[in-house]
């Protein structure tokens, strides 16, 4: 058999070259100027955050470092107490709400025929709109002496209710303004997971000749089952940052009960100007968000991997 | 027009060695196709030469440059990908302009060298087109027109033409012979499809598991495979291996002696063979089907396959090991058939325990 | 068959009550003042008039503040598809000391809720005496790293054959990311530019705090000021006038674009 020069070239031992580096640092300036903001519009701000946490001090004055002093305080301060009890209660009346009903809305609405498409369209609407538009419309629709639900039931013979002073009637009256404002969301993050489910189910269900019924439970709601959680987890976190709709239709009030943990924040913070006492606050609400964030990425990963 | 040197070349991800130490010569203007299978390492020392891999060691000469310190724009290499890697946002003639814009052609030359490169092509009709309009072979046409633009030193071709359909493959293969004998250009081509390396090389690597198994024409690899392993990678139907005891025969050959006691005289010296049992190698095409009475043994026919110009009998030996033997295309064997078997000895390989082959000897 | 047409018409009286409160509001806002102050009943005795209009467009401060929206919610856009987009192709195609680790670092940004470093920003921005200013109120949304992550993602999507093919070409790294790779993350771009255009636009808490000169009110936080003073409010039909005048540009771009601002806030929050 003819030789050929493939065989090992025993003499050829020349000095080994290293292979051109792809490891190269001029490489990271493509993320410099991202990172440069990172640190310091997030990085630095939680940090000092942290630190701000444990002083005590004013706007002007030096800050003191009172340990977790700010801590003990805050679970000790009845309105801060409040506050968190509220923010409970307001998850509670708009989550489970606007999960059913987003996925209500997205199960009647997953058609192609253009009535469908139109009223798809008007539920996502005011998701569009900034919260002190949404405030102000629901506060001419709130209003006793000439709101929209006054005239109504002055013309119904009844006498108007003010819900937005009433302590009972208050924080339901700003779970329904959210409720208007947010109910976009959740209904498209089904419908496009009602678009994923594969149509060969569907065709193999009703081989099976499957009942409408049947299809939804055993079917649709499995292949939807992530999402579902997943919207739940998404808006619990929207919702554990309501602000704009109290600080603007309430401030609060009546008598604290439409105060949530953020306003408390704000308060503490722009009208009390207890910085540090503001960012204990701000910590507890973090550790609240990170833990409902933790449980999301344990879900969307897990998305990925099925 | 350019040669290539691959001089103890390796390269390991960690402790995974894909390429251990290879060296490699291939003359200016050759046709030189790799060919393994999937996970042998072929396609890595493809874009090693490329400069799309680095390499750990070892050094890589591209004509008299040595090239493995620069980057893949100054290789002078030019390669066409599995997936075509047009750019999708660019029209056909954008793209065979990209790499001539960055070398800095003039303009003029740029239009002249593309209008030859379509006009060879048949692509003309298509230059305006995005990638995303163009049909899978159209695609394939304009990735080989982008290369040949750059007019490289040396063509690189990474498994081009396997998403191809069958049809297409076939005519594609021919035409990218004809370019090579046109172009005279020294062409690696990376497949693992050994009809197209047959058909297309001057010479082809067989590579497995990082290294080379064997370097030849295609009728060295077929006649006289170096290795067990190349044996049975090339050729279809897969070389009959049959385990055989040796022994010293007439005028010096060495005699097999087959599970079934069956004894063939083969072509192979004795002398020189090592001791103990050994792996008789059988193509098809020697083995064929008779009627007669010049049968070397007799099985039963398990399988017939029908291929129209010729069939396929699996066959059932006694002592229970199997053989695929060749028919003529109209075959009147049916399964459960006995049948006769003629064995072309002389044709015969022998590979010993260490998979190496042993060939009969050089004829003039 | 009855029970799915019920659930229909269900959703079709949800409708009508999700425009309910929209249409009360544009039709305080085509009534007389004084009449409003009467009753406001009088909507349904159809005089209309549009003279709430015509005042709000002789008030110059409503027209400063869609000024001062656009240029920070253009701004953050602009700021926010160049940084993500730069890091989204180092952190996807590039190689360079420390990437892995940085490129966590800033998906554990994506769990830090505005809260956590709203006070702490607000003393930064006042040491640097910045308040009231457009980079004050375009800075910090710049990190979010919602953008990088979603431009890393898209980068990661797109094969590797085309830069190998360019590097074959003798592009540089610039020009890879320039000339090939940008212009196939258009999809993206849209997508990210579209949701930080709409969280600009609609932002509150910061621009509420940051900018406290009236002039430098986005639109958001001027019609909360307006709103702050209900009872001195100069009428009714002009407060609603305003309403609807803030409001009504983000609808009519909701309706021309709603196909992506739908995949945009649906791919936000989807992450």
Same mark, same amino acid.
């Given at each position: 058999? #003819?030789?050929?020069?493939?065989?090992?070239?025993?003499?050829?031992?020349?000095?080994?070259?290293?292979?051109?580096?792809?490891?190269?640092?001029?490489?990271?300036?493509?993320?410099? #100027?991202?990172?440069?903001?990172?640190?310091?519009?997030?990085? @630095?701000?939680?940090?000092?955050?942290?630190?701000?946490?444990?002083?005590?001090?004013?706007?002007?004055?030096?800050?003191?470092?009172?340990?977790?002093?700010?801590?003990?305080?805050?679970?000790?301060?009845?309105?801060?107490?409040?506050?968190?009890?509220?923010?409970?209660?307001?998850?509670?009346?708009?989550?489970?709400?606007?999960?059913?009903?987003?996925?209500?809305?997205?199960?009647?609405?997953?058609?192609?025929?253009?009535?469908?498409?139109?009223?798809?369209?008007?539920?996502?609407?005011?998701?569009?709109?900034? @919260?002190?538009?949404?405030?102000?419309?629901?506060?001419?629709?709130?209003?006793?002496?000439?709101?929209?639900?006054?005239?109504?039931?002055?013309?119904?013979?009844?006498?108007?209710?003010?819900?937005?002073?009433?302590?009972?009637?208050?924080?339901?009256?700003?779970?329904?303004?959210?409720?208007?404002?947010?109910?976009?969301?959740?209904?498209?993050?089904?419908?496009?997971?009602?678009?994923?489910? #594969?149509?060969?189910?569907?065709?193999?269900?009703?081989?099976?000749?499957?009942?409408?019924?049947?299809?939804?439970?055993?079917?649709?709601? #499995?292949?939807?089952?992530?999402?579902?959680?997943?919207?739940?987890?998404?808006?619990?976190?929207?919702?554990?940052?309501?602000?704009?709709?109290?600080?603007?239709?309430?401030?609060?009030?009546?008598?604290?009960?439409?105060?949530?943990?953020?306003?408390?924040?704000?308060?503490?913070?722009?009208?009390?100007?207890?910085?540090?006492?503001?960012?204990?606050?701000?910590?507890?609400?973090?550790?609240?968000?990170?833990?409902?964030?933790?449980?999301?990425?344990?879900?969307?990963?897990?998305?990925?991997?099925? | 027009?350019?040669?290539?040197?691959?001089?103890?070349?390796? +390269?390991?991800?960690?402790?995974?060695?894909?390429?251990?130490?290879?060296?490699?010569?291939?003359?200016?203007?050759?046709?030189?196709?790799?060919?393994?299978?999937?996970?042998?390492? +072929?396609?890595?020392?493809?874009?090693?030469?490329?400069?799309?891999?680095?390499?750990?060691?070892?050094?890589?000469?591209?004509?008299?440059?040595?090239?493995?310190?620069?980057?893949?724009?100054?290789?002078?290499?030019?390669?066409?990908?599995?997936?075509?890697?047009?750019?999708?946002?660019?029209?056909?003639?954008?793209?065979?302009?990209?790499?001539?814009?960055?070398?800095?052609?003039?303009?003029?030359?740029?239009?002249?060298?593309?209008?030859?490169?379509?006009?060879?092509?048949?692509?003309?009709?298509?230059?305006?087109? +995005?990638?995303?309009?163009?049909?899978?072979?159209?695609?394939?046409?304009?990735?080989?027109?982008?290369?040949?633009?750059?007019?490289?030193?040396?063509?690189?071709?990474?498994?081009?033409?396997?998403?191809?359909?069958?049809?297409?493959?076939?005519?594609?293969?021919?035409?990218?012979?004809?370019?090579?004998?046109?172009?005279?250009?020294?062409?690696?081509?990376?497949?693992?499809?050994?009809?197209?390396?047959?058909?297309?090389?001057?010479?082809?690597?067989?590579?497995?598991?990082?290294?080379?198994?064997?370097?030849?024409?295609?009728?060295?690899?077929?006649?006289?495979?170096?290795?067990?392993?190349?044996?049975?990678?090339?050729?279809?139907?897969?070389?009959?291996?049959?385990?055989?005891?040796?022994?010293?025969?007439?005028?010096?050959?060495?005699?097999?002696?087959?599970?079934?006691?069956?004894?063939?005289?083969?072509?192979?010296?004795?002398?020189?063979?090592?001791?103990?049992?050994?792996?008789?190698?059988?193509?098809?095409?020697?083995?064929?089907?008779?009627?007669?009475?010049?049968?070397?043994?007799?099985?039963?026919?398990?399988?017939?396959?029908?291929?129209?110009?010729?069939?396929?009998?699996?066959?059932?030996?006694?002592?229970?090991?199997?053989?695929?033997?060749?028919?003529?295309?109209?075959?009147?064997?049916?399964?459960?058939?006995?049948?006769?078997?003629?064995?072309?000895?002389?044709?015969?390989?022998?590979?010993?325990?260490?998979?190496?082959?042993?060939?009969?000897?050089?004829?003039? | 068959?009855?029970?799915?047409?019920?659930?229909?018409?269900?959703?079709?009286?949800?409708?009508?009550?999700?425009?309910?409160?929209?249409?009360?509001?544009?039709?305080?806002?085509?009534?007389?003042?004084?009449?409003?102050?009467?009753?406001?009943?009088?909507?349904?005795?159809?005089?209309?008039?549009?003279?709430?209009?015509?005042?709000?467009?002789?008030?110059?401060?409503?027209?400063?503040?869609?000024?001062?929206?656009?240029?920070?919610?253009?701004?953050?856009?602009?700021?926010?598809?160049?940084?993500?987009?730069?890091?989204?192709?180092?952190?996807?195609?590039?190689?360079?000391?420390?990437?892995?680790?940085?490129?966590?670092?800033?998906?554990?940004?994506?769990?830090?809720?505005?809260?956590?470093?709203?006070?702490?920003?607000?003393?930064? !921005?006042?040491?640097?005496?910045?308040?009231?200013?457009?980079?004050?109120?375009?800075?910090?949304?710049?990190?979010?790293?919602?953008?990088?992550?979603?431009?890393?993602?898209?980068?990661?999507?797109?094969?590797?054959?085309?830069?190998?093919?360019?590097?074959?070409?003798?592009?540089?790294?610039?020009?890879?990311?320039?000339?090939?790779?940008?212009?196939?993350?258009?999809?993206?771009?849209?997508?990210?530019?579209?949701?930080?255009?709409?969280?600009?636009?609609?932002?509150?808490?910061?621009?509420?705090?940051?900018?406290?000169?009236?002039?430098? !009110?986005?639109?958001?936080?001027?019609?909360?000021?307006?709103?702050?003073?209900?009872?001195?409010?100069?009428?009714?039909?002009?407060?609603?006038?305003?309403?609807?005048?803030?409001?009504?540009?983000?609808?009519?771009?909701?309706? !021309?674009?709603?196909?992506?601002?739908?995949?945009?806030?649906?791919?936000?929050?989807?992450?």
């Amino acid at each position: 058999m #003819p030789s050929v020069a493939v065989e090992p070239a025993a003499a050829f031992t020349v000095p080994v070259p290293r292979g051109r580096g792809r490891q190269d640092w001029r490489s990271a300036l493509f993320v410099a #100027p991202y990172l440069l903001v990172f640190v310091a519009m997030l990085v @630095v701000p939680l940090a000092m955050g942290m630190w701000l946490s444990t002083t005590k001090g004013d706007l002007f004055g030096t800050e003191r470092w009172v340990g977790l002093a700010n801590f003990v305080r805050l679970f000790g301060d009845a309105i801060f107490l409040k506050a968190v009890a509220n923010t409970f209660y307001f998850v509670l009346l708009t989550v489970p709400f606007l999960t059913l009903a987003g996925l209500g809305l997205a199960l009647v609405l997953n058609r192609q025929e253009r009535w469908a498409a139109v009223l798809r369209t008007i539920f996502f609407a005011s998701t569009v709109l900034s @919260v002190t538009v949404v405030t102000l419309v629901w506060r001419l629709v709130f209003l006793p002496d000439g709101g929209l639900l006054g005239v109504t039931a002055e013309a119904l013979g009844k006498t108007p209710i003010a819900f937005l002073n009433d302590e009972r009637l208050a924080m339901p009256a700003i779970a329904v303004t959210t409720i208007w404002w947010c109910i976009g969301l959740p209904m498209v993050l089904f419908l496009a997971a009602l678009q994923q489910v #594969p149509r060969d189910l569907y065709e193999a269900a009703a081989l099976d000749n499957a009942s409408r019924w049947t299809t939804l439970t055993r079917i649709t709601l #499995p292949a939807i089952k992530r999402t579902f959680f997943l919207v739940i987890i998404i808006e619990v976190i929207l919702q554990f940052q309501l602000f704009g709709q109290p600080q603007l239709m309430t401030l609060g009030g009546p008598n604290n009960s439409t105060r949530p943990i953020v306003l408390f924040i704000y308060e503490a913070g722009w009208r009390q100007w207890e910085l540090g006492y503001a960012a204990a606050a701000a910590q507890v609400l973090f550790a609240m968000i990170l833990i409902a964030a933790m449980v999301q990425y344990r879900l969307s990963s897990g998305k990925e991997a099925a | 027009m350019a040669g290539v040197q691959l001089a103890e070349v390796g +390269k390991a991800y960690g402790a995974v060695t894909v390429i251990e130490r290879l060296s490699l010569d291939i003359p200016a203007g050759e046709f030189m196709v790799f060919l393994g299978p999937s996970g042998c390492g +072929k396609s890595t020392l493809l874009r090693m030469i490329a400069g799309l891999e680095t390499i750990d060691g070892g050094t890589i000469r591209i004509g008299e440059r040595r090239v493995d310190t620069l980057p893949p724009g100054e290789r002078g290499v030019a390669m066409v990908f599995q997936h075509y890697a047009l750019y999708p946002h660019l029209s056909v003639r954008e793209n065979m302009a990209f790499g001539l814009r960055n070398l800095r052609v003039p303009a003029a030359e740029i239009a002249a060298r593309i209008a030859a490169a379509a006009a060879s092509l048949e692509i003309e009709a298509l230059l305006e087109r +995005k990638p995303g309009q163009l049909s899978g072979g159209q695609r394939q046409r304009v990735a080989i027109a982008r290369a040949i633009v750059k007019q490289p030193e040396l063509f690189l071709l990474d498994e081009p033409l396997s998403n191809l359909d069958a049809a297409l493959r076939v005519r594609t293969r021919l035409e990218l012979a004809q370019l090579h004998r046109r172009l005279g250009t020294t062409m690696i081509f990376v497949t693992h499809d050994q009809v197209e390396a047959m058909t297309l090389a001057d010479r082809i690597v067989v590579l497995n598991a990082g290294g080379i198994e064997q370097v030849g024409t295609p009728m060295e690899i077929y006649l006289r495979p170096r290795t067990q392993f190349v044996a049975t990678f090339v050729g279809s139907p897969r070389i009959n291996l049959l385990p055989v005891a040796i022994e010293e025969g007439p005028a010096g050959s060495a005699r097999a002696r087959l599970g079934d006691g069956t004894m063939l005289d083969t072509a192979i010296r004795f002398a020189g063979l090592p001791q103990g049992a050994m792996t008789l190698g059988l193509r098809a095409e020697t083995v064929c089907v008779t009627a007669g009475d010049d049968a070397a043994t007799h099985g039963t026919a398990e399988v017939v396959e029908r291929l129209g110009e010729r069939t396929l009998v699996h066959t059932l030996l006694s002592d229970g090991s199997r053989l695929v033997a060749e028919d003529a295309g109209v075959s009147a064997v049916r399964p459960g058939d006995r049948i006769g078997l003629t064995i072309d000895a002389a044709a015969a390989h022998l590979f010993d325990a260490t998979g190496l082959g042993h060939h009969r000897a050089e004829t003039a | 068959m009855t029970r799915s047409r019920l659930a229909t018409g269900l959703v079709i009286l949800a409708a009508v009550l999700m425009l309910v409160p929209l249409l009360w509001v544009l039709a305080l806002s085509l009534k007389d003042n004084a009449e409003l102050m009467t009753d406001t009943a009088s909507v349904f005795n159809g005089r209309f008039t549009l003279e709430n209009y015509r005042n709000l467009f002789g008030n110059g401060d409503v027209f400063r503040w869609i000024a001062n929206s656009l240029i920070v919610s253009f701004g953050m856009t602009a700021g926010v598809l160049m940084l993500a987009s730069l890091a989204g192709y180092g952190f996807a195609r590039l190689e360079f000391p420390g990437r892995n680790l940085l490129f966590v670092v800033v998906l554990l940004g994506l769990a830090v809720p505005e809260q956590a470093v709203i006070i702490a920003r607000h003393q930064m !921005f006042s040491w640097l005496g910045m308040h009231n200013s457009y980079p004050a109120l375009i800075l910090p949304g710049l990190s979010a790293p919602f953008g990088v992550f979603l431009m890393t993602q898209y980068f990661r999507a797109i094969p590797r054959d085309i830069d190998e093919a360019a590097l074959l070409d003798g592009a540089s790294r610039f020009t890879i990311f320039w000339k090939l790779l940008l212009p196939l993350t258009i999809p993206a771009q849209a997508t990210l530019g579209i949701f930080t255009f709409l969280s600009a636009w609609n932002d509150y808490w910061w621009p509420l705090i940051s900018a406290t000169n009236k002039d430098m !009110f986005t639109l958001t936080v001027g019609i909360a000021s307006t709103q702050m003073n209900f009872a001195q409010t100069e009428g009714l039909g002009f407060l609603m006038a305003q309403a609807v005048f803030a409001g009504a540009p983000m609808l009519i771009v909701y309706l !021309f674009f709603q196909k992506y601002i739908v995949q945009a806030v649906a791919g936000a929050a989807g992450r």
